[in-house]
């Protein structure tokens, strides 16, 4: 089912990149070697610190090490002896693991004529990995045993090694998708390992001890149990490790269900890892990793092609493994994962089969690309051809026009409606004050822009992995900006007013200078969540190590222009804003209404909250807290308007201000 040699040549660019072995191998003795009788020897694996080796079952990913004799010397070496595992979770990866040292041994039977010293010699191959990724690794190694003397003996702890010693054994029964086993002694309430995948890695983590039992779901499971049996390793309370004999009793209830067939490629997305996709490259299957995170609008919208039939068949034609890398909180891997494909932000998808061209798609998808991808890939065709040979100005060319995009974009679409208010009543006034707001609010946008493009640079100067939209991975940023758009829409409804000062500078809808700047502030920070067609393959040029720090400003400049160009014709050119509608009652409506997109991004920037947080008592604080918040702007608008007396005003001003900058701290203080 693995196959080494391919993982091997795949992964062979990453020896290079990691430079020196990790892991320290060699064969070593454990107990003495005598004519006509047996021994012992071991495979030796010393990792580095924070390094990795594989159990005899890797789990989710990985290679377990393996060893071929190459001269066994008239010798006549076993089967590896293995010691128990340690679970390691990797971001949703499960795999079963050895660090630091390790000794795996190997049973020697030793003919009754033999004599003198002889040399056991094999290549050992293993893959040693880390938090960052794994490389394959081999070496020649051998042993010299002196068949008439003592040889230089490794301890070893036998304790480790449940094959050395009884099994226990006991019964099970399966109901649905779980396998409960009744515990043969009840102190065996550590993880039990399967030694094969009739259990899946992910339902090892999951399993629960209790009542004398332990239960395990079989959902998803890729091996079958032979015979109703299964084998599980697991640690007793003294420090030793334990085989347990499972047989499942018989007339359980669907006990053939055990280890049933995966569900198709087309029901489950799996979290992407450098392991994960390596494995499934390894098997010969065809990859496609969707680079996303949930506080990116357009990856939310480029999910509904997933659902279209076609795009489904193909995926069920092609067998294809998929992948998620959530990139929703601050991923070192996912960032430099990124980076090989000449990105600096999402979305990004992307499908790769060993042996071919990948294929990377647009940051826009429609279903018939992801087929015509997945086709090509399949079939050893290049889909996509984008590289980086272009000249400058193409690339700012494009960073121009998917500056442009983005006012098409869902993160902006709160913006249009606004703009189109301003623009009305600009309409009406004179026309050196239109294009001076006009002028303003492009300054805004292109100045915002250059500050998150040099604030980039500083961060990543420093040793920061961020790219386009990195400011929604903080929750303080996300938690700000929900407050935000749930205040601007409360007093679009007319729950209340905020004044046309403080109204105009955050959302741009009344004329003045500093009104029409903020508004272009405003703009460019709801922007950041979305990525348009080819703004994602600039950004990538733009931000690569090769560009000195002016080059990268330069595109986010030009980016920025790109956003505000729109709006600057419409003031500049009468022609154009003489299309729109006279003022009149239609703005009051289109204030009211636009409220609701402003509530909706809100709520939107809850879930990506949920997600950065993974705290549910603060969820629920904050969700009763945004209560909070528009009970304050309802007292504000309700007692304090104009028509109340100074009283009534005083009062519900400072019970409005006092509830609103009391949640507000409450929530940024207990921010986890």
Known sequence: MRKLPLLLALLCPLAALFGAVKTRVDLVAVTDASPGGSALVALRMKCDPHWHVYWKNPGDAGESPTIEWTDKAGLKPGEFIWPGPKMLDQAGVYNFVYEDETLILVPIEIPAGAKGKVTLKGHVSWLECDDKGCVPQEKDVSLT???????????????LYPD?????????????????????????????????????PTATFQQKHADGK???????????MADSKAVFTTRQPDGSFVNIEVTVASGSALAP???????????????????????????????????????????????????????????????????????????DHIAAELRRYGRQGIPLNVAVKAGSPSAVLSEV????????????????RPHDTTVETHPVAYWLALGFLGGALLNLMPCVFPMIGLKVFSFAKDAAADRRVAVSNAALYSAGVVLSFVALGALIVALKAGGASVGWG???????????????????????????????????????????????????VLATAVATPCTAPGLGAALGFALDQERTGMETLLFFMIIGCGMALPYLLLAVFPALSSKLPKPGEWMESLKQGMSFPL????????????????????????????????????IYGRWGAAHRSDGERAVGKLSSVTLFVGTILYLFLTLP
């Not at 039990?192 to 995948?197: D, E, L, S, T, V």
């Open 145 to 159: 045993l002196d068949l008439d003397g003592p040889d230089a003996i490794v301890a070893h702890d036998p304790k």
């Open 164 to 200: 050395l010693r009884p099994s226990l054994k006991t019964t099970a029964s399966v109901k649905g998708d779980l396998l409960t086993v009744m515990l043969p002694s009840p102190s065996l309430t550590g993880t039990w390992f399967p030694h094969a995948n009739f259990i899946t």
């Open 214 to 224: 332990v239960t395990l779901s079989t959902k998803e499971a890729t091996e079958k």
């Open 257 to 331: 269900a055990v280890g049933s067939s995966p569900k198709p490629a087309s029901a489950e997305w799996i979290p992407w890892s450098p392991e994960a996709q390596a494995k499934a490259l390894a098997d010969g299957k065809l990859v496609y990793v969707d680079f996303t995170a949930r506080w990116c609008a357009t990856c939310q919208v480029n999910k509904r092609v997933y659902s279209q039939g076609e795009v489904q068949q193909a995926i069920a034609r092609h067998g294809v493994v998929l992948m998620k890398a959530d990139w929703t909180k601050k991923d």
């Open 365 to 380: 998808l429609t279903g018939a690309e992801v087929v015509a991808a997945l086709d090509a890939v399949a079939a050893g």
């Open 470 to 520: 990195f400011q929604m991975q903080s929750p303080g940023f996300v938690l700000g900006t929900c407050v935000l758009m749930l205040t601007l829409g409360l007093s679009f409804s007319g729950v209340f007013e905020m004044g046309a000062t403080f109204a105009g500078d955050v959302a741009g809808a009344v004329q003045g200078g500093a009104n029409s700047f903020f508004s272009g």
């Open 599 to 634: 509530f909706a991004y809100a709520l939107y920037l809850l879930w990506v909250l949920n997600a950065l947080v993974e705290d549910a008592g603060w969820v629920r604080d904050a969700s009763v807290g945004l209560a909070v918040i528009a009970a304050a702007c309802w």
